[in-house]
């Protein structure tokens, strides 16, 4: 089993900036948290919250501030190594985020895709759905999502040793 992390945003490009983050550890546990915008994070897409669900308003009561949130994944993650499948757009919000903080980030960002090989890469997205539709989640949350990951490639690993 590999650590596994998605981030939900207040929408993609320039101005948007992390609003959640959840994470899929190894061991079976997993973890999530709302970030509070910063005072100048003021870009906000409602095709993206149609997608997460989460309002601005919910963040601006429940989030936590960025410092927290960046203490809180260098507790969960401090020197694993944690895959994601969006690493171009994780990278950027999770660098924005501890660059808010002021802290160091303490656990090393990866792409799913280099654990797989080349036919893997290929079926990565239709086992991604299979997983999704036997998992029966009900919402599209960073956790879930990360879980979701997770489970992909444990079922693709299992179906290669056979």
Not at 31 to 40: F, K, N, Q, V
Not at 82 to 96: E, F, H, Q, T
Not at 125 to 145: P, W
Request: hydrophobic content about 45%; glycine content about 6%; aromatic content about 8%.
């Amino acid at each position: 089993m590999y650590n596994f992390i998605d981030v939900e945003a207040s929408g993609f490009g320039a101005g948007s900036y992390p609003i959640e983050v959840g994470v899929a550890l190894a061991n079976g546990q997993s973890h999530c948290t709302l970030i509070r915008p910063e005072a100048d994070w003021l870009h906000w897409s409602q095709e993206a919250e149609s997608l997460h669900g989460i309002s601005r308003d919910i963040l601006l009561i429940k989030g936590k501030s960025t410092l927290k949130a960046a203490l809180l994944l260098n507790e969960w993650l401090a020197g694993k190594t944690v895959y994601s499948d969006a690493w171009g757009n994780d990278s950027c919000w999770l660098a924005l985020l501890f660059e808010e903080a002021g802290v160091r980030q303490r656990f090393k960002l990866d792409s799913v895709v280099s654990l797989l090989t080349s036919d893997e890469m290929m079926r990565w997205q239709h086992k991604k759905e299979q997983v999704i539709r036997s998992m029966r989640l009900k919402r599209h949350r960073a956790s879930s999502d990360a879980k979701i990951l997770q489970q992909t490639l444990a079922e693709m690993q299992t179906a290669c040793a056979v």
